[in-house]
Structure formats: C-alpha cells, structure tokens
C-alpha cells in the first residue's frame, strides 16, 4: 500500500531488526511454483474510497510485532489457567 516493492530480504531485515536479532538470512532454491515476485498497487483503493497507508512499512512490522508478543501472552496465561483447572 505504499507504493513501493520491499523484497523478502527487506521484510526479513525489518523483522530481525525489531527483534533486536542478528540473524543471518539462509536462502534456498526456489520450489517449482514458487511466486518469484508479487507487488500490491493500492490505487484503486485510494481511487474507489479514498484509502491511504498512515502509517510506514516499519511501524506496521513494530505493530504486528506487539500484537503477536501480546496475543502470545495472553495465550499462554490463558492456557495455564486452564490447566490449573483441570487439575
């Protein structure tokens, strides 16, 4: 949505970043099938009903990021309540 094709190395940057990892990428061959390059173009959206991204690539990967950590959380707290319950 914004613009601009980011690849799978910027994603996978993006991600070890937030995470504060040093992680090195290991790349593979490509599998029969596999989609060698996708782009979305949010235009018509901007066009249609006047949507635009608010936010940058990087706050996105922050957010989803937290969102996961918390939803993680809430799980495993979740879980363990339940299982004290069984008990």
Known sequence: GLGKFITDKKVFD????????????????ARPGEVYRIALNAAKAKRVIGWR??????????????????STISFKIASRKSLRKTK
């Open 14 to 29: 993006t991600i070890a970043a937030s995470l504060r990892k040093q992680v090195k990428c290991r790349y593979a061959p």
């Open 53 to 70: 991204a608010k936010i940058s690539f990087q706050e996105g990967v922050n957010q989803y990021l937290t969102t996961l950590n918390t």
